[in-house]
């Protein structure tokens, strides 16, 4: 299906002819599917796009919504239930859509959810493609990051950060606030490294990775790229940041991967696992 952009484009950037209120992706609404234009609408709404709340006091200077900011994911939203921005929620629903094209088995997993947006996200395209035997792995502490664990995350505070922390009953909730929330989505609570290890799921089509730091991006690769079935993919929501781009690099080394790396936008990036028995993902 190609009703979505594709991954890494950059249409429908604000400013841009089809800025929020227009065409999407330089199509009419009226050529949109029902499926298309539900799927559009959530990605507009989970970041928050539609009322425009202020960001959370601290980083961002002013503290006003700015469409931009948001719209690239700059920002940390004071409501919203993602601060991942259109582009990586895109690519997000355009992967995720793929893997159902393409008949890629597995389920789905986000490692890092905050308040929950790309799960959320994950499940609405399931729910449009009319999707119940596959599931969506909910992994986080819940309770913010870890102190840093390895010399790689020397130094790091974001465990200081209680903005952060976002309980599972309140994901739960924005989980039922889109009618979302059934069996098939599975909270898995608790730090990666005591959590991954231990998950039910066998295979996975897509593993979405947005742990900030080197051991929570690398505990992420051990624990679910062996499970990663072929023609699947890998998005890195941080690898704009120096401990996750670390981690990736170290990872794919160690196990020559040499899938190739495409960009989002200024932090998100994805590769596919090549089925090397199909023409599948070498494109
Ligand atoms: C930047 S936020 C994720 C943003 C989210 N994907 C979104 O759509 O807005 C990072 C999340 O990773 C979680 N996290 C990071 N490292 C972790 C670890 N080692 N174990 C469990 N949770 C972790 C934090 O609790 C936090 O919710």
């Known amino acids: 299906m190609t009703s979505l952009p594709s991954p890494g484009s950059s249409a429908g950037y604000p400013g841009a002819s089809m800025a929020p209120g227009g065409e999407t992706a330089g199509r009419k609404p009226s050529e949109m599917s029902a499926r298309e234009l539900y799927i559009d609408l959530l990605i507009r709404a989970l970041p928050n796009i539609l009322y425009g709340d202020a960001p959370l006091p601290g980083r961002i200077r002013r503290h006003r919504f700015d469409l931009a900011k948001r719209w690239t994911g700059v920002d940390w939203p004071s409501q919203a239930h993602t601060m991942v921005g259109v582009e990586r929620l895109r690519n997000l629903a355009t992967l995720v859509q793929s893997c159902l094209d393409d008949k890629i088995p597995g389920d789905f997993i986000e490692t890092g959810v905050w308040r929950g947006g790309c799960c959320i996200l994950m499940q609405g395209v399931l729910a449009a493609n009319g999707v119940a035997d596959r599931r969506i792995y909910v992994a986080d502490s819940f309770r913010g990051l870890p102190p840093p664990q390895v010399d790689q995350d020397a130094g790091s505070r974001y465990h ?3 903005q952060l922390r976002i309980s599972r009953d309140q994901v739960a909730a924005n989980f039922e606030k889109y009618g979302l929330l059934d069996d098939n989505v599975v909270f898995a609570e608790g730090w990666f490294r005591d959590t991954l290890p231990a998950l039910q799921a066998d295979r996975f089509a897509l593993i979405r990775l947005d742990g900030d730091m080197y051991d929570s ?8 790229y062996p499970k990663l079935a072929p023609g699947g993919y890998v998005i890195i929501d941080d690898y704009g940041l120096d401990t996750c781009r670390h981690a990736v690099t170290d990872y794919r080394e160690a196990h020559q ?5 495409r960009k989002v936008d200024w932090t998100g990036a994805w590769w596919r696992k090549v089925d090397p028995t199909s023409a599948i993902g070498r494109a």
């Open 257 to 261: 991967i040499t899938d190739p790396i």
């Open 160 to 162: 200081q950060l209680h």
């Open 217 to 224: 991006t690398m505990v992420a690769l051990e624990n679910l």
